[in-house]
Every structure is written in structure tokens, then in C-alpha cells.
């Protein structure tokens, strides 16, 4: 089952969807382009383990992995 995780101030929340459930999927979607729209930067995780950063949702990818954008200081 996809899942997607949160990484914030407060440590990470995950979010598991049916990737057959229109409604869970829909939401699921939503999410994603709420999160990179306030800053967040997606990355999947790839069958070798590798990762990438994604721009557009990939209702079949297993792990995506938002984690909010860095600031120097």
C-alpha cells in the first residue's frame, strides 16, 4: 500500500492510501500538490533504493517523502 511521509518541525507523519480507492487517491493527490505548493520538496523511493525528487504525483510509487524546504542561517 503507498504511503506518503511527512517530515516537519514535529517529526513525520504518514499517510497510507489504496491507490484503487478513487476517493484515497484523490486525496492523496491533493496533498501532494498541497505540500509543494507550500514548499515541500517530494522525493519517491526507487526499487534499488535509490531516491528522487518528483515534481508530479505517482499514484504507484511506494514511498513519497516530503520534507519542507531548508533555510541557512
Known amino acids: 500500500m503507498p504511503i506518503q511521509i511527512v517530515m516537519d518541525h514535529t517529526g513525520d507523519t504518514r499517510h497510507r492510501f489504496d491507490a484503487d480507492d478513487l476517493e484515497a487517491l484523490s486525496r492523496a493527490e491533493e496533498r501532494f500538490k498541497s505540500l509543494t505548493a507550500a514548499g515541500f520538496t517530494a522525493a519517491i523511493r526507487e526499487g534499488s533504493g535509490k531516491v528522487a525528487i518528483t515534481r508530479s504525483f505517482d499514484p ?4 513519497t517523502l516530503f520534507f519542507p524546504r531548508l533555510v541557512g542561517g
Open 60 to 63: 504507484m510509487a511506494e514511498e
